[in-house]
């Protein structure tokens, strides 16, 4: 932890370790960053102003932006942009007047805003799909992996700065980018004319989840 001493001379760097039977909550502002190790993934929250609870693992972040490396895509990591962010548990996220992507650009290619998003872990197992559960090296216990989920109400598909759709509810994996449309193309032929062909996912498209390992299109 490092703590400047108000004159802006100097800082006071402090490094201590606390229990954790006792409570900490801190309030902070200006140029935040909180990171967190959990399971494997690397969780990094950058904001504003936040209030946070470091024993619950809980906060509000203002004006925030929370990445998450995603092993299904290589390690190219999930992005939450929002007015507001709840951590409401150490992997749970709530997002107000938000705005979710796995693009990795600054600006994003494409986005998923919504006024509310939720980003949680749910078991990567399914009836349809059943996983074989793995060994935790560190408890020793018998665990399934998870997959990052996110669901999201009140949705506009942007490409760049042009909305494409409109959905009251998206929920699926974190990885996918819950555009319903998965591909468009127009060709003409002396047959059958000017024809526009389109391919949907049928799970985004009506906001339903999707069995891992499982695909859904209209054609």
Do not use: C
């Not at 548990?89 to 494409?110: C, D, I, K, L």
């Not at 059943?130 to 999201?152: C, F, H, K, M």
């Not at 942007?158 to 509810?169: A, D, E, Q």
């Not at 996918?176 to 591909?183: D, F, S």
Request: charged content about 20%; overall charge negative.
């Amino acid at each position: 932890t490092q703590l400047r001493d108000g004159t802006g001379d100097a800082d006071l760097n402090v490094d201590f370790q606390q229990s954790n039977d006792l409570p900490l909550q801190v309030y902070l502002e200006d140029n935040i960053i909180i990171r967190q190790m959990d399971k494997g993934k690397d969780y990094t929250i950058r904001g504003k102003r936040a209030f946070y609870d470091v024993r619950e693992q809980r906060g509000l972040l203002h004006d925030a932006e929370l990445t998450v490396p995603l092993p299904e895509l290589q390690g190219i990591p999930f992005r939450l942009r929002a007015d507001r962010i709840r951590q409401l548990a150490p992997r749970n996220f709530h997002a107000q007047r938000a705005w979710a992507t796995t693009s990795e650009y600054g600006p994003p290619g494409y986005r998923r805003q919504a006024t509310d998003i939720f980003l949680e872990q749910r078991p990567d197992d399914t009836w349809f799909f059943p996983n074989t559960p793995q060994i935790d090296a560190e408890t020793g216990l018998l665990v399934y992996p998870e997959r990052s989920w996110t669901t999201s109400l009140n949705n506009t598909f942007f490409v760049g700065n042009v909305p494409l759709f409109y959905l009251p509810s998206v929920s699926a994996p974190a990885e996918e980018p819950n555009i319903p449309l998965r591909t468009l193309s127009i060709q003409n032929d002396q047959i059958f004319g000017t024809q526009i062909r389109t391919v949907w996912n049928m799970f985004s498209l009506l906001g339903i989840d999707s069995p891992a390992g499982a695909s859904w299109n209209l054609d």
